[in-house]
């Protein structure tokens, strides 16, 4: 999956019915994927994967 941020827009040239390997979506069309899934991780996990990521993110900006 490629997200492209900040407004930018992809049109889909893709013959009907193709699906291909490699999703290109805008940051509106993730979201709204996300909020469409059933979701697979606990509230825990979701949580913890979370928080590594901050510390991670903030050990990173050092």
Do not use: C, H
Request: proline fraction near 3%; hydrophobic fraction near 40%; avoid cysteine.
């Amino acid at each position: 999956m490629l997200v492209f941020a900040g407004g930018w827009y992809i049109r889909d040239t893709r013959p009907s019915g193709q699906k291909d390997a490699i999703w290109v979506l805008n940051d509106d069309a993730l979201i709204k994927w996300i909020r469409k899934e059933k979701a697979r991780l606990s509230p825990e996990d979701i949580a913890l994967y979370t928080t590594r990521l901050r510390e991670y993110s903030a050990r990173r900006s050092d």
